[in-house]
């Protein structure tokens, strides 16, 4: 993984828009997804950015709807009678009114036209745990290959206590055996990504999001117990893989909702900081998280870890000022050294922000990353 040595470096966080609102993601077959692929690995390149994807088109631009085919021992069932874990929490109780006019919208996003709103199932836990997706999984690795090469290049995943959210479990004896058993079915993926020349990236939403929904109740030590866990389940995931080919992303959520009860980062970034990776993507610029930045003045950033804050965020339509950016990134070169920093996004912009106004934003992005580097001596 590259580091800051020349200038500051720029990447984004995985999902992607495509060029106009009527294009589809995956819509037709191998050779127009291999179409669409080029053309956004090739925008991303023009405008700039140093560390590139395939906008997560191969996966269906879905980070977690993509597993659902990758999986054997799980079965759909029908909605519980309570609320489903992922529509329950504090954040939804004070501001019910407003969660009542989304859903009825079906969206808290922008919406393309090509893309419906989908109802995610959800599911029981039957059975072994086993990886199935290997097909697919080598289609997505190699469409990345083909068109955008390996240098410089990251291929996403989902952490095991992001997929068990949507997963009940009715086989295993424990919550951690339950844990364990998806990081070990999902080694499989991360060996494959990371094995063929890419930089893995292990998206974790559903980590810390989960605070106002079963957090508050249990209490901060409790759930920084339960954080942990599952933390140690990724580790076990990683474990044949060198540091410096992962890159781990957290956040919170980052649905378009008030957030006002977020964890705060200074109460996990300990537990961020023992993932087994080389890099560490978190949010940084939204209005709810960017104050954060002074946790990285009083807790050091290991030797040798990279720090990706997001210094633009999908959270609102209003587009960056470069010198905003700059601005950010300067503040965090300042806490943790300029070659231990990439400018990134807070989380991805596909299915959540205009295409004209996510890419404006990446523009913003990257000329931001410029002045930085000038006014820290590059």
Request: with cysteine; charged share 25%.
């Amino acid at each position: 993984m590259n580091r800051s040595e020349d200038k500051i470096l720029t990447t984004h966080v995985g999902a992607l828009p495509f060029l106009s609102d009527n294009k589809g993601v995956a819509a037709g077959d191998e050779s127009s997804l291999r179409e669409e692929v080029s053309a956004i690995v090739a925008l991303q390149r023009e405008i700039g950015l140093d560390i590139v994807n395939e906008g997560e088109f191969a996966k269906g631009g879905d980070w977690l709807r993509y597993m659902q085919d990758r999986f054997s021992g799980f079965s759909e069932i029908d909605t519980p009678a309570e609320k489903p874990l992922v529509e329950q929490g504090k954040d939804r109780e004070d501001f019910a009114d407003f969660y009542k006019y989304a859903s009825a919208r079906g969206t808290l996003f922008y919406l393309p036209q090509s893309h419906g709103v989908k109802k995610r199932p959800v599911e029981a836990c039957t059975g072994p745990v086993i990886y199935t997706g290997g097909a697919a999984l080598q289609a997505e690795i190699d469409i990345t290959l083909a068109t955008a090469g390996k240098d410089n290049v990251f291929l996403t995943s989902t952490a095991p206590a992001s997929l068990e959210v949507y997963r009940r479990n009715r086989h295993y004896a424990s919550d951690e055996a339950y844990v364990f058993a998806i990081a070990e079915a999902m080694r499989t993926e991360y060996e494959a990504i990371a094995g063929a020349g890419l930089i893995l990236q292990v998206d974790d939403a559903w980590l810390p999001a989960l605070w106002d929904r079963i957090g508050m109740g249990m209490g901060l030590g409790a759930f920084r117990a339960r954080c942990q866990m599952r933390v140690e389940a990724l580790n076990y995931a990683l474990r044949n893989i060198p540091e410096d080919r992962v890159r781990y992303h957290l956040c919170w959520g980052s649905w378009h909702g008030p957030h006002a009860y977020d964890l705060e980062l200074e109460h996990i970034v300990d537990i961020l900081l023992g993932v087994k990776a080389q890099a560490y993507l978190i949010e940084g610029a939204n209005a709810r998280h960017e104050h954060e930045h002074v946790v990285w003045s009083q807790v050091k950033l290991p030797d040798g870890k990279i720090l990706i804050p997001g210094v633009v965020t999908h959270s609102t339509d209003v587009v960056e000022h470069p010198e905003l950016v700059s601005q950010r990134l300067q503040r965090y070169a300042r806490h943790v050294g300029r070659e231990n920093l990439i400018a990134g996004a807070d989380c991805g912009f596909g299915w959540r922000s205009h295409p004209q106004i996510a890419w404006a934003k990446l523009k913003s992005l990257v000329e931001g990353a410029k002045r930085a580097s000038e006014v820290l001596g590059y």
